[in-house]
C-alpha cells in the first residue's frame, strides 16, 4: 500500500511538473504573440502598438440626431436644418457682438433646441459654455440663418438668474 501511495503521489508529482514547464514554456511565446505591442517573434505590432493622442479630431459636426422628427422636436424642419447648419458659426448678439462660438445642438426633453457656445473670454457672462434653450417662437429664421433677437445684457442678467454646473463654468439660460 505505501508502494502505491509514493507511486501515485510520483505520478501526480510528475504531471505538475510537467505542466508548469509546459506553460513557462509557452508563456513566452504567448505573452509575445498575444500582446497588442508585440507580434509573434518579438516584431513590434505597428497596428497594436499605436498611440492615442489627443491631436485627433474627435468633435461631431451637426445635432445628435440622425434626421428631422416632428413628433419629438418643437421645431420646423427648417428651423431644424437652420440650427444644424449653425454648428462651427459665431454666436452674435442682435447688437452684432460675437459672444462666442455654437459648439454644439442638442434636443431636449421637450423637444426645444439647446445651443451650447463656448463663450470668448471678453463676454459679460462668467462662464465657459452658455448653453441657449429656444423655445419654438423664439427661433426666428432670416435668409437660412437662425437670428435670436437678444442682446449680451440681456443674456448677462438671464445667466446671473439661470442654473449653474457644479463646476460653475457652464450656464443655462432659457430665451423665449
Not at 454644439?104 to 465657459?128: M, R, S, Y
Request: proline share 2%; no cysteine; charged share 25%.
Amino acid at each position: 500500500m505505501t508502494r502505491s501511495i509514493l507511486a501515485t503521489t510520483t505520478a501526480i508529482a510528475t504531471l505538475v511538473a510537467t505542466s508548469f514547464a509546459f506553460a513557462a514554456e509557452n508563456s513566452v511565446s504567448d505573452l509575445q504573440g498575444n500582446s497588442p505591442a508585440v507580434t509573434e517573434g518579438g516584431q513590434d505590432n505597428t497596428v497594436g502598438s499605436t498611440e492615442n493622442t489627443s491631436d485627433l479630431v474627435t468633435k461631431r459636426f451637426g445635432i445628435g440626431e440622425s434626421e428631422y422628427d416632428a413628433t419629438r422636436m418643437a421645431m420646423s424642419e427648417e428651423q431644424y436644418d437652420a440650427l444644424n447648419a449653425s454648428i462651427g458659426a459665431d454666436f452674435m448678439t442682435n447688437e452684432g457682438k460675437v459672444l462666442g462660438m455654437i459648439e454644439d445642438v442638442t434636443i431636449d426633453a421637450q423637444g426645444n433646441p439647446n445651443l451650447e457656445v463656448e463663450l470668448n473670454d471678453d463676454t459679460k457672462i462668467d462662464a465657459e459654455l452658455l448653453v441657449i434653450t429656444l423655445l419654438p417662437e423664439s427661433i426666428v429664421l432670416k435668409e437660412g440663418k437662425i437670428f435670436i433677437d437678444t442682446s449680451e445684457d440681456n443674456l448677462y442678467l438671464q445667466a446671473q438668474d439661470g442654473s449653474k454646473a457644479d463646476d460653475e463654468t457652464r450656464t443655462t439660460v432659457i430665451v423665449m
